[in-house]
């Protein structure tokens, strides 16, 4: 065969994307694991600031030593064991026939139109054993974007001790100010029930008087960006309210946290 022949040409082309489809998918193989093993670190340092937890430069797997993930089934109001918290996937499960909760129209505040049964939630515990803080995961749709987040609640369960998304798609500049630590400081320190139970945590269009007695319950909108606000509250209110968390924070108060 000549060595320029048309054979040996297309032969050694074939060989050369073999060898290259090979060393490809080698590679994204390899690095799958890594990618894995990087979206739960980001996601154990969200769940670190949005508790106030998160501490520069430490390694994450040693700072969240001290919380305790654990599964509940929002059916139940209660603590679950029916899945593994470290490797239950709520997405997946609000997809599953047998794990999805479709939310009533009338309910759907946060515009997701269904959802997991079970949530995984985060506890900090003291050394005697007592709950810290209760950190839940929230989302709910935005102006562009489903938005995905953390509030860290007290061990009162109504007063917040943090609030952040690490996920989504809202514009920079405006709606993406979410992640603006200024209005991040805001949340710490805000009441999400009022004296009678009812659900009271708002995002105003405007700004909070600080004057006012609702300011407890009140964080300032975010300029340019009235939808994605809104969306905001509208997903807080739903996840603490009573289609949410609220039944189950509630039994949590009377109960305690058991082993």
């Known amino acids: 065969m000549s060595r320029d022949s048309t054979a040996k040409v297309l032969t050694v082309a074939f060989l050369l994307c073999l060898i290259c489809s090979i060393l490809v998918s080698a590679a994204a193989v390899g690095l799958n694991s890594r990618q894995e093993q990087n979206k739960i670190q980001e996601k154990r340092k969200n769940i670190l600031q949005a508790a106030g937890l998160y501490e520069e430069g430490r390694p994450i797997e040693a700072q969240f030593e001290k919380i305790q993930p654990r599964l509940v089934d929002l059916q139940q109001d209660a603590f679950s064991r029916d899945f593994d918290p470290i490797t239950f996937d709520s997405r997946a499960a609000a997809r599953d026939p047998e794990t999805r909760y479709r939310i009533p129209p ?32 929230v989302h709910g749709k935005g102006l562009w974007s489903t938005m995905y987040g953390f509030i860290a609640l007290a061990d009162d369960l109504s007063t917040i001790n943090g609030f952040a998304f690490y996920e989504h798609g809202e514009t920079p500049g405006l709606g993406g100010e979410i992640d603006n630590p200024a209005w991040k400081k805001q949340w710490p320190g805000k009441k999400v029930y009022g004296p009678s139970g009812e659900t009271r945590i708002d995002v105003l269009k405007g700004t909070v008087d600080r004057a006012s007695a609702n300011a407890v319950y009140q964080v300032d909108g975010l300029a340019g960006a009235t939808l994605t606000a809104r969306g905001v509250g509208n997903l807080l209110r739903y996840w603490m309210g009573e289609d949410g968390y609220k039944p189950f924070l509630e039994k949590l108060k009377e109960e305690g946290v058991k082993p």
């Open 106 to 137: 009338e309910q759907d505040l946060a515009k997701i139109k269904s959802r997991s049964r079970y949530k995984v939630v985060y506890l900090v515990m003291n050394n005697d054993g007592d709950l810290q803080q209760l950190i839940l995961p």
